[in-house]
């Protein structure tokens, strides 16, 4: 799944990482984020994609991408969020991703 994960290195900079991946000198930290946590950011994502295409709709955002994007994408845009937001697709789509990585992960392991 999803994680909050970092690199440990020494040095703070972007030449110290280079270095300290050349030499193989990194380690990680953090932990898995759970299922929960990443199925409600995306429907954060899509609940702030959706003000945007809703407000698009009647006035110019000021928003180059956004308003040039044509009436009729913008319509199945927000069609296709409404599906997402009012439906347990994200919830489903989620347990079964999630089924399907572990599964996957086990298969690996199982290689090395």
Avoid: C, H
Avoid at 20 to 37: D, H, M, N, S, W
Avoid at 69 to 75: D, E, F, G, Q, W
């Amino acid at each position: 799944m999803v994680g909050n994960a970092y690199t440990l290195f020494e040095g703070n900079s972007a030449d110290d990482l280079y270095k300290a991946i050349v030499k193989k000198r990194t380690t990680y930290e953090g932990k898995p984020t759970p299922l929960y946590q990443a199925i409600l950011w995306s429907y954060k994502v899509v609940y702030t994609s959706e003000k945007k295409l809703i407000k698009s709709l009647i006035f110019r955002i000021g928003d180059n991408t956004i308003d040039s994007i044509k009436l009729y994408k913008k319509i199945l845009g927000v069609f296709g969020g409404f599906i997402y937001i009012l439906t347990p697709l994200p919830i489903v789509s989620g347990f079964l991703g999630n089924y399907y990585l572990k599964k996957k992960a086990k298969e690996k392991m199982k290689e090395v």
